[in-house]
Protein backbone atom coordinates (compact mmCIF):
# COMPACT_ATOMS: atom_id res chain seq x y z
CA UNK A 1 0.00 0.00 0.00
CA UNK A 2 1.68 3.50 -0.89
CA UNK A 3 1.82 6.34 1.32
CA UNK A 4 -1.22 8.27 -0.59
CA UNK A 5 -3.25 5.22 0.16
CA UNK A 6 -2.45 4.76 3.86
CA UNK A 7 -2.65 8.98 4.38
CA UNK A 8 -6.34 8.46 3.50
CA UNK A 9 -7.38 5.91 5.22
CA UNK A 10 -5.59 7.53 8.29
CA UNK A 11 -7.76 11.03 7.35
CA UNK A 12 -10.91 8.72 7.47
CA UNK A 13 -10.36 6.50 10.68
CA UNK A 14 -9.07 9.81 12.34
CA UNK A 15 -12.40 10.61 13.62
CA UNK A 16 -12.41 7.76 16.15
CA UNK A 17 -10.45 6.99 19.07
CA UNK A 18 -7.69 4.00 18.86
CA UNK A 19 -8.77 0.73 20.74
CA UNK A 20 -5.80 -1.24 22.37
CA UNK A 21 -6.73 -4.96 22.91
CA UNK A 22 -4.36 -7.89 24.40
CA UNK A 23 -3.65 -10.86 22.74
CA UNK A 24 -6.76 -13.77 22.51
CA UNK A 25 -9.31 -11.41 22.77
CA UNK A 26 -12.50 -12.24 20.27
CA UNK A 27 -13.23 -8.76 18.54
CA UNK A 28 -16.48 -10.13 16.51
CA UNK A 29 -18.30 -13.25 17.11
CA UNK A 30 -20.01 -15.08 14.48
CA UNK A 31 -23.26 -14.15 13.77
CA UNK A 32 -23.21 -10.93 15.27
CA UNK A 33 -23.12 -7.65 13.87
CA UNK A 34 -20.04 -5.99 13.94
CA UNK A 35 -19.77 -2.64 15.70
CA UNK A 36 -18.22 -0.99 12.37
CA UNK A 37 -14.81 -1.28 10.25
CA UNK A 38 -12.04 -1.95 11.98
CA UNK A 39 -9.15 -0.26 10.84
CA UNK A 40 -5.77 -2.09 11.92
CA UNK A 41 -2.81 0.10 13.43
CA UNK A 42 -0.74 -2.43 14.81
CA UNK A 43 -0.91 -6.46 15.34
CA UNK A 44 -2.48 -9.51 13.84
CA UNK A 45 -5.94 -10.68 13.65
CA UNK A 46 -7.03 -14.01 12.89
CA UNK A 47 -10.65 -14.82 10.96
CA UNK A 48 -11.67 -18.06 11.38
CA UNK A 49 -14.75 -20.53 11.84
CA UNK A 50 -15.72 -23.76 14.18
CA UNK A 51 -16.87 -26.57 12.75
CA UNK A 52 -20.36 -28.71 14.07
CA UNK A 53 -17.50 -30.63 14.83
CA UNK A 54 -15.52 -28.07 17.13
CA UNK A 55 -13.00 -27.57 14.77
CA UNK A 56 -10.86 -24.39 14.07
CA UNK A 57 -10.90 -23.51 10.53
CA UNK A 58 -8.62 -20.68 10.10
CA UNK A 59 -10.55 -18.45 7.26
CA UNK A 60 -7.68 -15.19 6.46
CA UNK A 61 -4.83 -13.52 9.20
CA UNK A 62 -4.74 -9.89 8.83
CA UNK A 63 -2.07 -7.17 9.36
CA UNK A 64 -1.58 -3.48 9.27
CA UNK A 65 -2.71 -1.81 7.13
CA UNK A 66 -6.09 -4.05 6.77
CA UNK A 67 -9.82 -2.97 7.54
CA UNK A 68 -12.31 -5.51 7.75
CA UNK A 69 -14.70 -6.85 7.75
CA UNK A 70 -15.55 -5.56 4.43
CA UNK A 71 -18.16 -8.40 2.71
CA UNK A 72 -20.69 -7.28 5.48
CA UNK A 73 -19.54 -3.77 4.89
CA UNK A 74 -20.29 -3.37 1.45
CA UNK A 75 -22.65 -6.09 0.68
CA UNK A 76 -25.14 -6.68 4.04
CA UNK A 77 -23.78 -10.39 3.95
CA UNK A 78 -24.10 -11.43 7.80
CA UNK A 79 -21.18 -11.96 9.63
CA UNK A 80 -20.30 -15.44 10.04
CA UNK A 81 -17.27 -15.11 11.20
CA UNK A 82 -15.31 -14.79 14.28
CA UNK A 83 -12.15 -12.32 14.47
CA UNK A 84 -9.71 -12.45 17.37
CA UNK A 85 -6.18 -11.36 17.84
CA UNK A 86 -3.44 -13.11 17.38
CA UNK A 87 -1.16 -10.91 19.32
CA UNK A 88 -1.47 -7.46 21.31
CA UNK A 89 -3.56 -5.28 18.90
CA UNK A 90 -4.32 -1.69 18.28
CA UNK A 91 -7.07 -0.46 15.66
CA UNK A 92 -10.20 2.56 15.06
CA UNK A 93 -13.13 1.53 14.05
CA UNK A 94 -15.79 3.93 11.48
CA UNK A 95 -19.31 3.08 10.74
CA UNK A 96 -19.69 0.67 7.86
CA UNK A 97 -21.69 3.16 5.70
CA UNK A 98 -19.30 5.94 5.46
CA UNK A 99 -16.77 3.75 4.92
CA UNK A 100 -18.20 2.44 1.68
CA UNK A 101 -19.17 6.20 0.86
CA UNK A 102 -15.48 6.97 1.55
CA UNK A 103 -14.34 3.64 -0.73
CA UNK A 104 -17.02 5.12 -4.02
CA UNK A 105 -15.32 8.32 -3.73
CA UNK A 106 -11.87 7.30 -3.92
CA UNK A 107 -11.17 5.20 -6.48
CA UNK A 108 -6.80 4.52 -5.81
CA UNK A 109 -8.02 3.47 -1.91
CA UNK A 110 -11.03 0.79 -3.51
CA UNK A 111 -8.60 -0.38 -6.49
CA UNK A 112 -6.25 -1.65 -3.78
CA UNK A 113 -8.41 -3.00 -1.97
CA UNK A 114 -9.98 -5.46 -4.54
CA UNK A 115 -6.25 -6.10 -5.90
CA UNK A 116 -5.82 -7.30 -1.87
CA UNK A 117 -9.36 -9.65 -2.06
CA UNK A 118 -8.31 -11.34 -5.11
CA UNK A 119 -4.31 -12.16 -3.65
CA UNK A 120 -6.43 -13.40 -0.35
CA UNK A 121 -9.01 -15.07 -3.06
CA UNK A 122 -6.13 -16.48 -4.90
CA UNK A 123 -4.64 -18.28 -1.54
CA UNK A 124 -7.75 -19.66 -0.53
CA UNK A 125 -8.50 -21.25 -3.96
CA UNK A 126 -4.66 -22.95 -3.59
CA UNK A 127 -5.58 -23.98 0.12
CA UNK A 128 -8.49 -25.30 -1.30
CA UNK A 129 -6.78 -27.08 -4.34
CA UNK A 130 -3.63 -29.00 -1.95
CA UNK A 131 -7.22 -29.94 0.90
CA UNK A 132 -8.80 -31.57 -1.80
CA UNK A 133 -5.33 -33.17 -2.67
CA UNK A 134 -5.21 -35.11 0.48
CA UNK A 135 -1.43 -34.57 0.90
CA UNK A 136 -0.53 -33.61 4.48
CA UNK A 137 2.91 -32.53 3.47
CA UNK A 138 1.30 -30.25 0.29
CA UNK A 139 -0.92 -28.43 3.00
CA UNK A 140 1.39 -27.55 6.05
CA UNK A 141 4.33 -26.47 3.00
CA UNK A 142 1.46 -23.78 1.81
CA UNK A 143 0.82 -22.52 5.06
CA UNK A 144 4.21 -22.12 5.83
CA UNK A 145 4.75 -20.42 2.69
CA UNK A 146 1.73 -17.95 3.21
CA UNK A 147 3.29 -17.40 6.57
CA UNK A 148 6.72 -16.61 5.57
CA UNK A 149 5.69 -14.48 2.43
CA UNK A 150 3.17 -12.05 5.16
CA UNK A 151 4.96 -12.04 8.20
CA UNK A 152 9.02 -13.76 7.17
CA UNK A 153 11.94 -11.95 8.62
CA UNK A 154 14.40 -12.22 6.12
CA UNK A 155 18.26 -14.11 7.66
CA UNK A 156 21.68 -13.21 6.55
CA UNK A 157 22.05 -16.66 5.10
CA UNK A 158 18.59 -16.05 2.79
CA UNK A 159 16.65 -18.43 5.27
CA UNK A 160 13.00 -16.52 6.14
CA UNK A 161 12.04 -16.99 9.39
CA UNK A 162 9.01 -17.02 10.67
CA UNK A 163 7.12 -17.47 14.33
CA UNK A 164 3.99 -19.28 14.27
CA UNK A 165 2.69 -22.69 16.94
CA UNK A 166 1.98 -25.98 15.47
CA UNK A 167 -1.12 -25.65 17.10
CA UNK A 168 -1.60 -22.84 14.88
CA UNK A 169 -0.21 -24.45 11.80
CA UNK A 170 -2.84 -26.93 12.61
CA UNK A 171 -5.66 -24.87 12.52
CA UNK A 172 -4.77 -23.59 9.49
CA UNK A 173 -4.41 -27.05 7.76
CA UNK A 174 -7.14 -28.83 9.12
CA UNK A 175 -4.84 -31.44 10.37
CA UNK A 176 -3.77 -32.76 13.54
CA UNK A 177 -0.98 -31.31 15.77
CA UNK A 178 1.17 -34.84 15.67
CA UNK A 179 0.29 -34.80 11.68
CA UNK A 180 2.02 -30.95 11.74
CA UNK A 181 4.39 -32.02 13.91
CA UNK A 182 6.05 -35.09 11.70
CA UNK A 183 5.64 -33.33 8.71
CA UNK A 184 8.28 -30.86 10.21
CA UNK A 185 10.29 -33.07 11.04
CA UNK A 186 10.02 -34.78 7.65
CA UNK A 187 10.89 -30.97 6.26
CA UNK A 188 13.59 -30.65 8.74
CA UNK A 189 15.30 -34.29 7.98
CA UNK A 190 15.87 -32.57 4.32
CA UNK A 191 17.01 -29.52 5.62
CA UNK A 192 14.06 -27.00 4.37
CA UNK A 193 13.26 -25.84 7.64
CA UNK A 194 15.42 -25.59 10.97
CA UNK A 195 12.94 -24.97 14.33
CA UNK A 196 14.54 -23.86 17.65
CA UNK A 197 12.57 -22.32 20.66
CA UNK A 198 11.92 -19.39 18.76
CA UNK A 199 10.97 -19.63 15.23
CA UNK A 200 11.04 -21.42 12.08
CA UNK A 201 13.93 -20.78 9.43
CA UNK A 202 12.69 -21.61 6.18
CA UNK A 203 14.82 -22.18 3.01
CA UNK A 204 12.08 -20.45 1.08
CA UNK A 205 13.84 -21.27 -2.93
CA UNK A 206 13.87 -25.30 -1.57
CA UNK A 207 10.48 -25.47 0.16
CA UNK A 208 8.72 -23.69 -3.34
CA UNK A 209 10.75 -26.27 -5.45
CA UNK A 210 9.27 -29.29 -3.35
CA UNK A 211 5.61 -28.06 -3.46
CA UNK A 212 5.59 -27.66 -7.22
CA UNK A 213 7.24 -30.48 -7.45
CA UNK A 214 4.37 -32.63 -5.47
CA UNK A 215 1.34 -30.67 -6.73
Known amino acids: MNEK ?22 LIFANHEPEGVSFLLD ?4 QYDITP ?4 I ?20 PNTYFY ?25 VMFDL ?13 RLVFAASGRAANRLIFELLIEAYR ?10 SVKIKQGVLADRCGLARE ?9 ETDNIVLRNNKDIQIDIKRMEAKLNFTV
Open 43 to 46: GIIE
Open 114 to 126: LSRVYKGTDALLR
Open 53 to 56: EGNK
Open 151 to 160: FGVVNSDGTV
Open 179 to 187: TISRELHKL
Open 5 to 26: ILDKLNKHFSGSKTESYSKGKI
Open 58 to 77: TVNVFKPPAFFPMSWAINKT
Open 84 to 108: ATLTDVKLKRAEAEGTVDFLKGNPD
